[in-house]
């Protein structure tokens, strides 16, 4: 009854874990990508103004022209070539994403993703009937364009970056991004470039190399407001990519989305004129040591670059058990890596969340590790 291209998109291991908080008592929830800031006043009355000044309906497919000039004018600062028709809104990353994957895929293609990966990169490539190849970046989670060439074959069709990245906070170095792009026109395949967390870092260097942006042809940048601006509810997302692409992308939204929220997108031009929180990745750097200092002696930690996820290894026994174990009355919510990978030797822990709490949450996961390996 159901149609087959379902048959292997999972739930999603994220929301899973996060959908069991509600029915735990005193449970310390460290399982979504979601900053724990609020939004700015400036940018939340903007969208109450737009409200109430019934900015409430359908805007055109690809965005108010307003939005996408504030776009262009702030990627011209950042040293792109870019044109104001390259942009497209989206509803979200996620929308994006979707648009992309749609848009370029067919029966049989494959898309080559790094693993771990984001969830949804896999299960859209399975909505998309077609197939994952996975890269294994493990131990290190450090991306290279010639892990990326041994994966290539004449059904390769899309291959896709993300940096910093989920789960791990790795960033892929800009050179490699540089190479893979060159690859990839060589073999006529698209590369996705998705750049979600790029305002959380915690290395002092370029992490985009903004050459890449002469020339679009193979190219399809994905950015947005959720995490930045902790605006993850309004769902308002951007793309940058060649013309015949977005001719593509409206099509599709024109009977998906329709369009990104309306009285968001003009909230979209605040958040963009007020621009990022200068003080934002310290902050989170601050929370990124704290586990890193608390966690280290117990479980086997990469640093993350950026992002705010953390991916320990388990010194024994599986990940998913270990979730399990803490997923109690007075325990924590963490995500095992299955959710990102077919190895269940990880789990994902966000720091965003305030520091007592992320204190607590590290201090009973030591309880829980300790407890667990007895």
Not at 156 to 184: C, F, Q, R, W
Not at 209 to 222: C, G, R
Request: a neutral charge; aromatic letters at 12%; glycine letters at 6%.
């Amino acid at each position: 009854m159901f149609s087959k291209r379902l048959e292997f998109v999972e739930e999603s291991g994220i929301r899973k874990m996060f959908n069991q908080v509600g029915e735990l008592k005193d449970v310390i929830d460290l399982t979504l990508g979601q900053p724990d800031f609020k939004i700015n006043d400036e940018i939340k009355a903007e969208a109450c103004r737009a409200i109430l000044n019934e900015k409430n309906r359908y805007t055109a497919t690809n965005g108010i022209l307003g939005l996408r000039e504030m776009l262009y004018e702030k990627k011209k600062q950042e040293g792109w070539t870019i044109d104001l028709e390259n942009l497209f809104v989206t509803s979200g990353t996620s929308g994006a994403i979707f648009l992309s994957f749609n848009t370029l895929l067919e029966q049989g293609d494959e898309v080559i993703i790094t693993e771990p990966y984001y969830n949804e990169y896999k299960n859209l490539t399975y909505l998309c009937d077609a197939k994952p190849v996975f890269v294994n970046i493990y131990p290190e989670f450090t991306l290279t364009a010639d892990k990326i060439k041994d994966k290539i074959t004449s059904k390769t069709k899309l291959i896709v970056l993300n940096s910093p990245a989920n789960p791990t906070g790795k960033i892929i170095n800009k050179e490699e991004i540089i190479k893979i792009v060159e690859l990839s026109k060589k073999h006529n395949i698209y590369v996705i470039v998705d750049l979600i967390y790029k305002d959380f870092l915690y290395i002092d260097k370029e992490i985009f190399p903004t050459e890449i942006t002469e020339d679009y042809s193979n190219l399809i940048i994905i950015e947005g407001f959720s995490k930045t601006f902790s605006m993850t509810g309004w769902r308002l997302g951007y793309v940058v990519t060649n013309k015949n692409v977005i001719q593509q992308f409206t099509k599709i939204q024109q009977y998906t989305f329709l369009c990104a929220p309306s009285p968001f997108q003009y909230a979209g031009i605040k958040a963009l004129e007020i621009g990022v929180n200068p003080n934002m990745s310290q902050e989170y750097m601050e929370k990124k040591n704290i586990v890193m200092e608390l966690l280290s002696p117990y479980f086997q930690i990469t640093d993350p670059e950026g992002a705010f996820y953390c991916f320990p290894k388990m010194p024994i026994g599986s990940a998913s058990e270990f979730a399990k174990f803490c997923a109690t009355d007075g325990g924590i919510m963490i995500v095992p890596g299955t959710a990102f990978s077919q190895y269940d030797t990880n789990f994902r822990l966000s720091f965003a969340t305030d520091n007592i709490n992320l204190i607590n949450g590290c201090k009973r996961l030591i309880r829980k590790i300790t407890a667990f390996q007895k």
